[in-house]
């Protein structure tokens, strides 16, 4: 046999020795996790967003009374069958932890400026269900029913023991993961994971060490060495004790996806969500048409918007 045809028969054997190491074999016989976006929240349509985009001011018309980052919709998402909720978390001016989505107050509310100039007590009063239309300003369903409910932190915590969430710092302020790290009691670290931007993140976990967390930076480094090694079944470093939130458009490209690869990071207490699309925004797995894309079997977590339309069929 030729020294050409002896390579070539070893490197079939190689590519088939990393096709059988990385094939998922089998199907989980288990449920998916289920993230709620927001709690129970207003959806709204992705085409042409953008980083300054109001989103209050495209909302769907509404199919329930619920508004994002309130205790009572977080209170529905775990009834709807939420295994774990999202919520963000903004510093005010006193040092509280309020829990709200944007950095100005103007487009949800009617208050104005930056919610970290504000106090806690004056965020109290502001009507969050202000600036919601689903009909470019003819009408406002939810004016005159958000006064009060911008809860804090603390509050999320108490009224939810022995929940999971995933909580969102809405800044990339390092003084900003270190008030979330103070603030978040050591036993309740377990159950909640910890994202946002790369420097506040990293603050966070530096006062929390062994919490979950997730960022852009974490989960690109954890991307970038499991696609060079995880051919060889090795989960790096890089990819343990964290989450990683996957676009489904980049999902099919990572060695052993879906169930091989959910099943390596899981073993290395990695929790794998699955997000609609390329990732670009918050986008989910929210209609029927949405939950026909998922592997077969799937049993990593689901991010979605409309987990009252989900749970019911996945469950």
Not at 70 to 76: E, F, K, V
Not at 112 to 136: F, K, N, Q, S, W
Not at 200 to 216: L, Q, T
């Amino acid at each position: 046999m030729s020294k050409r045809r002896i390579a070539l028969v070893l490197l079939l054997g190689f590519v088939a020795l990393v096709f059988v190491g990385n094939r998922s074999w089998s199907t989980p016989d288990e449920p998916p996790l289920l993230l709620a976006h927001r709690g129970m929240a207003q959806t709204f349509g992705f085409a042409d967003l953008t980083g300054d985009t109001c989103t209050a001011e495209r909302i769907h018309p509404p199919e329930h009374p619920y508004l994002e980052n309130t205790l009572d919709s977080i209170r529905a998402a775990f009834a709807a069958g939420a295994d774990m909720v999202e919520f963000d978390v903004q510093v005010t001016k006193d040092d509280r932890i309020a829990v709200f989505h944007d950095h100005l107050l103007e487009c949800r509310t009617d208050g104005r400026g930056a919610v970290r100039d504000h106090t806690m007590a004056e965020l109290r009063r502001l009507d969050v269900g202000h600036g919601y239309t689903p009909d470019d300003g003819k009408t406002f369903p939810f004016r005159g029913k958000g006064k009060g409910l911008m809860p804090t932190l603390e509050e999320v915590l108490t009224a939810f023991p022995g929940k999971e969430f995933l909580l969102h710092i809405k800044s990339d302020d390092p003084a900003d993961g270190e008030k979330v790290a103070a603030a978040l009691p050591p036993e309740r670290r377990a159950k909640i994971t910890v994202y946002g931007g790369d420097a506040s993140v990293a603050a966070y976990a530096a006062r929390a060490p062994g919490a979950r967390v997730a960022s852009p930076a974490v989960m690109e480094r954890c991307g970038l060495r499991y696609l060079a090694t995880g051919w060889t079944g090795m989960v790096p470093a890089a990819c343990q004790n964290i989450q990683l939130h996957i676009p489904e458009s980049y999902a099919p490209w990572l060695w052993g996806w879906p169930h091989k690869f959910v099943e390596r990071m899981r073993a290395h207490g990695t929790r794998v969500v699955l997000v609609a699309g390329d990732g670009g925004w918050s986008e989910g797995f929210d209609t029927p048409a949405d939950l026909e894309r998922l592997p077969e079997g799937y049993a990593g977590g689901i991010w979605t918007n409309r987990i009252d339309t989900v749970a019911p069929r996945l469950r």
